[in-house]
T-cell receptor, first 114, second 115 residues
Framework: GENVEQHPSTLSVQEGDSAVIKCTYS??????FPWYKQELGKRPQLIID?????GEKKDQRIAVTLNKTAKHFSLHITETQPEDSAVYFC?????????????FGKGTTLSVSS | EAGVTQSPTHLIKTRGQQATLRCSPI?????VYWYQQALGLGLQFLLW???????NRGNFPPRFSGRQFPNYSSELNVNALELEDSALYLC??????????????FGSGTRLTVV
Protein backbone atom coordinates (compact mmCIF):
# COMPACT_ATOMS: atom_id res chain seq x y z
CA GLY A 1 0.00 0.00 0.00
CA GLU A 2 0.89 3.66 -0.03
CA ASN A 3 3.60 4.92 2.30
CA VAL A 4 4.35 8.59 2.93
CA GLU A 5 7.61 9.84 4.39
CA GLN A 6 7.85 13.40 5.71
CA HIS A 7 10.81 15.49 6.79
CA PRO A 8 12.02 17.25 8.74
CA SER A 9 10.19 16.18 11.88
CA THR A 10 10.88 19.56 13.48
CA LEU A 11 11.64 22.92 11.91
CA SER A 12 12.45 26.19 13.64
CA VAL A 13 12.56 29.48 11.74
CA GLN A 14 12.63 33.17 12.49
CA GLU A 15 9.58 35.26 11.71
CA GLY A 16 9.73 36.41 8.11
CA ASP A 17 11.84 33.48 6.93
CA SER A 18 10.59 30.78 4.57
CA ALA A 19 9.84 27.20 5.62
CA VAL A 20 9.91 24.12 3.41
CA ILE A 21 8.53 20.70 4.31
CA LYS A 22 9.12 17.74 2.01
CA CYS A 23 7.25 14.47 1.51
CA THR A 24 7.81 11.40 -0.61
CA TYR A 25 5.26 8.76 -1.53
CA SER A 26 5.64 5.20 -2.71
CA UNK A 27 2.64 4.50 -4.96
CA UNK A 28 3.17 5.97 -8.44
CA UNK A 29 -0.60 5.86 -9.00
CA UNK A 30 -1.31 8.33 -6.18
CA UNK A 31 -3.05 11.39 -7.55
CA UNK A 32 -4.18 13.58 -4.67
CA PHE A 33 -1.88 15.33 -2.20
CA PRO A 34 -3.35 17.54 0.54
CA TRP A 35 -1.62 19.33 3.41
CA TYR A 36 -3.13 19.74 6.86
CA LYS A 37 -2.27 22.07 9.70
CA GLN A 38 -2.92 21.04 13.30
CA GLU A 39 -2.56 23.67 15.99
CA LEU A 40 -2.01 22.53 19.56
CA GLY A 41 -5.14 20.89 20.95
CA LYS A 42 -7.12 21.41 17.76
CA ARG A 43 -8.28 19.30 14.85
CA PRO A 44 -6.26 19.01 11.62
CA GLN A 45 -7.44 21.46 8.97
CA LEU A 46 -6.88 21.35 5.23
CA ILE A 47 -4.73 24.26 4.10
CA ILE A 48 -3.94 23.40 0.48
CA ASP A 49 -4.09 20.44 -1.87
CA UNK A 50 -2.76 19.51 -5.30
CA UNK A 51 -3.76 16.93 -7.86
CA UNK A 52 -1.42 14.96 -10.07
CA UNK A 53 -2.23 16.91 -13.23
CA UNK A 54 -0.79 20.10 -11.68
CA GLY A 55 2.84 20.84 -10.85
CA GLU A 56 2.38 23.79 -8.54
CA LYS A 57 -0.37 25.58 -6.65
CA LYS A 58 -0.26 28.79 -4.63
CA ASP A 59 -2.54 30.37 -2.07
CA GLN A 60 -1.20 33.61 -0.67
CA ARG A 61 1.88 32.72 1.42
CA ILE A 62 1.50 28.99 0.90
CA ALA A 63 2.53 26.96 -2.13
CA VAL A 64 2.78 23.28 -2.91
CA THR A 65 4.90 21.69 -5.63
CA LEU A 66 4.64 18.17 -7.01
CA ASN A 67 7.26 16.13 -8.84
CA LYS A 68 5.52 13.00 -10.10
CA THR A 69 8.69 11.52 -11.60
CA ALA A 70 10.53 11.66 -8.30
CA LYS A 71 7.36 10.96 -6.30
CA HIS A 72 7.77 13.86 -3.96
CA PHE A 73 5.87 16.99 -3.06
CA SER A 74 6.68 19.97 -0.88
CA LEU A 75 4.98 22.69 1.12
CA HIS A 76 6.48 26.17 1.00
CA ILE A 77 5.49 28.87 3.47
CA THR A 78 6.89 32.33 2.83
CA GLU A 79 7.09 35.28 5.24
CA THR A 80 6.36 33.04 8.19
CA GLN A 81 4.45 34.43 11.15
CA PRO A 82 4.15 33.15 14.75
CA GLU A 83 0.61 31.95 14.00
CA ASP A 84 2.09 29.54 11.43
CA SER A 85 3.47 27.55 14.37
CA ALA A 86 1.75 24.16 14.28
CA VAL A 87 2.17 20.56 13.19
CA TYR A 88 1.88 20.11 9.42
CA PHE A 89 0.91 16.82 7.83
CA CYS A 90 1.23 15.82 4.20
CA UNK A 91 -0.92 13.04 2.77
CA UNK A 92 -1.38 11.03 -0.42
CA UNK A 93 -4.21 9.03 -1.88
CA UNK A 94 -4.02 6.20 -4.41
CA UNK A 95 -6.94 5.29 -6.70
CA UNK A 96 -5.77 1.67 -7.01
CA UNK A 97 -8.56 -0.88 -6.76
CA UNK A 98 -11.46 0.56 -4.83
CA UNK A 99 -9.30 3.50 -3.88
CA UNK A 100 -7.68 4.21 -0.57
CA UNK A 101 -8.12 6.68 2.22
CA UNK A 102 -5.52 9.38 2.71
CA UNK A 103 -2.24 8.10 4.07
CA PHE A 104 -0.46 10.70 6.18
CA GLY A 105 3.15 11.45 6.91
CA LYS A 106 4.24 11.58 10.55
CA GLY A 107 4.10 15.36 10.68
CA THR A 108 6.47 18.32 10.96
CA THR A 109 6.39 20.58 14.01
CA LEU A 110 7.03 24.10 12.78
CA SER A 111 8.05 26.73 15.31
CA VAL A 112 8.20 30.37 14.22
CA SER A 113 9.91 32.68 16.67
CA SER A 114 9.49 36.45 16.64
CA GLU B 1 -23.57 24.16 9.15
CA ALA B 2 -22.51 21.76 11.87
CA GLY B 3 -19.05 20.25 11.52
CA VAL B 4 -17.98 16.70 12.19
CA THR B 5 -18.98 15.82 15.72
CA GLN B 6 -17.45 13.10 17.84
CA SER B 7 -18.48 11.67 21.18
CA PRO B 8 -17.45 11.24 23.86
CA THR B 9 -14.69 13.81 24.14
CA HIS B 10 -12.81 11.71 26.65
CA LEU B 11 -13.07 8.04 27.52
CA ILE B 12 -11.25 6.12 30.21
CA LYS B 13 -11.32 2.34 30.07
CA THR B 14 -9.61 -0.54 31.78
CA ARG B 15 -7.38 -2.93 29.88
CA GLY B 16 -9.44 -5.76 28.39
CA GLN B 17 -12.65 -3.73 28.17
CA GLN B 18 -14.40 -2.53 25.02
CA ALA B 19 -14.67 1.06 23.84
CA THR B 20 -17.24 2.56 21.46
CA LEU B 21 -16.58 5.89 19.79
CA ARG B 22 -19.12 7.78 17.71
CA CYS B 23 -18.96 10.18 14.79
CA SER B 24 -21.51 12.27 12.92
CA PRO B 25 -20.32 13.56 9.54
CA ILE B 26 -21.12 16.85 7.91
CA UNK B 27 -24.56 16.80 6.32
CA UNK B 28 -24.26 15.49 2.76
CA UNK B 29 -20.96 13.71 3.34
CA UNK B 30 -21.21 9.97 2.73
CA UNK B 31 -17.65 8.93 3.54
CA VAL B 32 -16.35 8.58 7.09
CA TYR B 33 -12.74 7.86 8.00
CA TRP B 34 -11.20 6.89 11.32
CA TYR B 35 -7.61 7.68 12.29
CA GLN B 36 -5.55 7.01 15.38
CA GLN B 37 -3.22 9.77 16.51
CA ALA B 38 -0.75 8.47 19.04
CA LEU B 39 2.11 10.64 20.26
CA GLY B 40 4.87 10.87 17.67
CA LEU B 41 3.15 8.56 15.19
CA GLY B 42 1.13 11.04 13.18
CA LEU B 43 -2.26 10.10 11.79
CA GLN B 44 -2.56 6.38 11.24
CA PHE B 45 -5.43 5.21 9.05
CA LEU B 46 -7.85 2.79 10.68
CA LEU B 47 -11.06 2.44 8.66
CA TRP B 48 -13.00 4.02 5.79
CA UNK B 49 -16.76 3.70 5.38
CA UNK B 50 -18.81 4.89 2.45
CA UNK B 51 -22.50 4.36 1.76
CA UNK B 52 -22.71 1.96 4.67
CA UNK B 53 -19.88 -0.31 3.59
CA UNK B 54 -16.30 -0.74 4.73
CA UNK B 55 -14.13 0.36 1.77
CA ASN B 56 -10.68 -0.03 3.23
CA ARG B 57 -8.88 -0.66 6.47
CA GLY B 58 -5.39 0.10 7.70
CA ASN B 59 -2.85 -2.16 9.36
CA PHE B 60 -4.68 -2.64 12.63
CA PRO B 61 -5.80 -5.90 14.26
CA PRO B 62 -9.39 -7.15 13.84
CA ARG B 63 -10.30 -6.00 17.35
CA PHE B 64 -10.61 -2.56 15.75
CA SER B 65 -13.92 -2.58 13.92
CA GLY B 66 -16.81 -0.32 13.15
CA ARG B 67 -19.83 0.36 11.09
CA GLN B 68 -21.71 3.09 9.28
CA PHE B 69 -25.39 3.66 9.77
CA PRO B 70 -28.01 4.62 7.15
CA ASN B 71 -27.73 8.27 8.23
CA TYR B 72 -23.95 8.03 7.50
CA SER B 73 -22.95 8.37 11.14
CA SER B 74 -20.37 5.85 12.26
CA GLU B 75 -19.02 4.13 15.31
CA LEU B 76 -15.63 2.67 16.02
CA ASN B 77 -15.37 -0.29 18.37
CA VAL B 78 -12.16 -1.36 20.01
CA ASN B 79 -12.31 -4.72 21.77
CA ALA B 80 -9.91 -6.21 24.30
CA LEU B 81 -8.32 -2.84 24.99
CA GLU B 82 -4.58 -2.69 25.43
CA LEU B 83 -2.53 0.06 27.05
CA GLU B 84 -1.05 1.06 23.68
CA ASP B 85 -4.54 1.81 22.36
CA SER B 86 -4.41 5.02 24.36
CA ALA B 87 -4.53 7.79 21.75
CA LEU B 88 -6.64 10.49 20.15
CA TYR B 89 -9.10 8.95 17.71
CA LEU B 90 -10.07 11.29 14.92
CA CYS B 91 -13.01 10.94 12.62
CA UNK B 92 -13.19 12.75 9.29
CA UNK B 93 -15.82 13.01 6.59
CA UNK B 94 -15.83 13.91 2.92
CA UNK B 95 -18.05 13.98 -0.11
CA UNK B 96 -18.15 11.01 -2.44
CA UNK B 97 -16.28 7.75 -2.24
CA UNK B 98 -13.89 5.75 -4.37
CA UNK B 99 -12.24 7.68 -7.15
CA UNK B 100 -13.28 11.06 -5.82
CA UNK B 101 -10.72 13.33 -4.24
CA UNK B 102 -11.95 15.81 -1.72
CA UNK B 103 -10.32 17.17 1.35
CA UNK B 104 -11.41 15.77 4.66
CA UNK B 105 -13.06 17.66 7.48
CA PHE B 106 -11.94 16.34 10.84
CA GLY B 107 -13.79 16.20 14.11
CA SER B 108 -12.17 17.22 17.38
CA GLY B 109 -11.51 13.65 18.36
CA THR B 110 -12.07 11.28 21.27
CA ARG B 111 -9.22 10.96 23.73
CA LEU B 112 -9.13 7.29 24.78
CA THR B 113 -7.10 6.41 27.83
CA VAL B 114 -6.60 2.77 28.75
CA VAL B 115 -5.48 2.10 32.31
Amino acid sequence: GENVEQHPSTLSVQEGDSAVIKCTYSDSASNYFPWYKQELGKRPQLIIDIRSNVGEKKDQRIAVTLNKTAKHFSLHITETQPEDSAVYFCAARSPRGAGTALIFGKGTTLSVSS
Amino acid sequence: EAGVTQSPTHLIKTRGQQATLRCSPISGHTSVYWYQQALGLGLQFLLWYDEGEERNRGNFPPRFSGRQFPNYSSELNVNALELEDSALYLCASSLGGAGVDYGYTFGSGTRLTVV
